[in-house]
């Protein structure tokens, strides 16, 4: 028992424990740096990530807005101009089938239009596979999915409105009728052409709105995600719309207040697994 003691208390034997205890620290120590960084590069990743979407709803917003700009603006209100046009003649006019004919023409607009192409796909796959996105997020890429679907089977529903126009030739008050959705010399209604170019805007509209939605959710959650690396983060990108708010291609952001309230803010105070892991370790 003595000779243990001894050997216990001699100076090789503080070395040894020494030197393995060191051993120990160094390569637990490394073990958890090397941790730390490896939770600071999926922080660095999802931010990436995020400014990639970023950049994308930035590409399909505009594209909206362009197709907005030269595509429905003018088809609504050329439609609108002919039809008030239309309505004030008939106002006038005893005998419409007559006077239409005789003293009435109109040129319909009858150009077909391209649907606008998004990479919707990738920013579906982005936001719902590679960021931690959360409610209101996720809701407003459903919505813009579904509303993007809505307008360009519109968009394709007018296309064929109008070949079948140019195909049949219709003429006086039958195509008038046709064209602007009114009663027919017969009692009839065909609503179509109108009510096309009612969801064609409508669609339009909801899909820039909630793309907008995305693109603000998208900024937020970049620059929480940003503070947690401090200054080697990133850079978040902001697109600014400030050009085509002034032109009147936005649409009215108080249309969705009611639909964004349904939708808890998020906040630092619920990071996702990475950062989980990474607050865990910043505390070890």
Same mark, same amino acid.
């Given at each position: ?120 796909? !990738? =920013?579906?796959?982005?936001? $719902?596979? /590679?960021?931690?996105?959360? *409610?209101? &997020? ?96 990133? !850079? =978040?990108?902001?697109?600014? $719309?400030? /050009?085509?708010?002034?032109? *009147?291609? &936005? ?34």
């Amino acid at each position: 028992m003595n000779q243990l003691w001894h050997f216990l208390n001699s100076e090789f034997f503080s070395g040894l424990l020494v030197g393995t205890l060191s051993a120990v620290g160094g390569a637990y120590g490394g073990h958890l740096i090397a941790k730390r960084q490896k939770i600071r590069d999926e922080l660095q990743q999802e931010i990436n990530n995020i400014n990639a979407a970023i950049a994308l709803i930035f590409d399909a917003i505009n594209t909206l807005l362009v197709f907005k700009q030269e595509a429905v603006r003018p088809m609504l209100e050329d439609f609108s101009l002919k039809l008030k046009r239309y309505e004030e003649f008939a106002e006038n006019t005893d005998d419409i089938p007559e006077g239409i004919l005789v003293n009435f023409h109109i040129e319909f607009l009858l150009d077909a239009v391209d649907p606008p192409v998004v990479p919707l796909a !990738r =920013i579906e796959s982005l936001i $719902f596979e /590679k960021i931690p996105s959360h *409610g209101r &997020l996720l809701g407003a890429t459903a919505s813009m999915i579904r509303c993007m679907s809505a307008l360009n089977g519109a968009v394709n529903r007018r296309n064929a409105f109008i070949t079948d126009m140019m195909a049949k030739e219709y003429q006086g008050v039958e195509g008038y009728s046709k064209y602007f959705g009114l009663v027919t010399d017969r009692g009839r209604v065909d609503e179509t052409h109108p009510s096309l170019l009612e969801i064609i805007e409508s669609s339009m509209n909801s899909t820039i709105g909630f793309g907008r939605i995305i693109q603000k959710e998208l900024v937020k959650l970049g620059k929480r995600r940003a503070r947690k690396l401090g200054d080697s983060a990133p !850079r =978040i990108n902001e697109p600014n $719309f400030g /050009k085509a708010e002034r032109s *009147g291609l &936005l649409p009215n952001e108080e249309v969705f207040q009611n639909w964004s309230a349904l939708y808890r803010e998020p906040t630092d105070d619920e990071p996702t697994p990475v950062l989980q892991r990474w607050l865990k370790l910043l505390s070890d």
